[in-house]
């Protein structure tokens, strides 16, 4: 990137992203107005890591209010490291062990909740379903109760018309 027409090397540019990742996690305001870099250009650099994997909350947010993006990015980078690689990232990032396995823990139940709602709305829609259709059978007999009825209502009609009234005799 460049600034005044120089351009950044990749270690300027590294070293300037990592400022923005935990433990540091400048914001991008100050680290424009100490490097003279636009906030666009940071932003950039920053979506660019986040692309790459890289977790970069910025903007001096604590670990407990990163996105969830962001600690999904951790759990994915700490899923396979033993218990000493694990704590050396701990240290480096400025974060705990039980963070990042209270993220792990969250992300592992996330698709079980996903399932488990989508069974139990799946079973809903199927009682749903069922009592349509009863509400549907009931309908059927009650119209054709309600055409036999007016259908006896117009018979007994024309049969006074013919024969008379029964009430008079």
Not at 32 to 56: C, D, M, N, P
Request: hydrophobic share 35%.
């Amino acid at each position: 990137m460049k600034k005044n027409g120089v351009r950044y090397s990749r270690e300027q540019k590294e070293a300037i992203v990592k400022r923005m990742m935990p433990p540091h996690n400048e914001s991008v305001a100050t680290i424009s107005k100490e490097e003279g870099i636009t906030e666009v250009t940071l932003y950039k650099w920053r979506k660019s890591a986040r692309e790459a994997g890289v977790a970069t909350p910025g903007n001096g947010q604590t670990s407990d209010k990163w996105s969830s993006q962001d600690k999904f990015l951790i759990v994915m980078e700490t899923f396979a490291m033993n218990e000493t690689e694990l704590a050396e990232y701990c240290r480096k990032k400025g974060l705990y062990r039980e963070q990042i396995e209270a993220w792990r823990v969250a992300c592992l139940q996330a698709n079980g909740q996903v399932f488990d709602q989508s069974k139990e709305l799946n079973g809903a829609l199927k009682e749903e379903k069922k009592r349509a259709k009863q509400l549907e059978k009931d309908l059927q007999k009650k119209e054709k109760a309600l055409a036999e009825a007016a259908a006896l209502l117009l018979l007994r009609k024309k049969a006074q018309a013919i024969w008379g009234d029964d009430e008079e005799e």
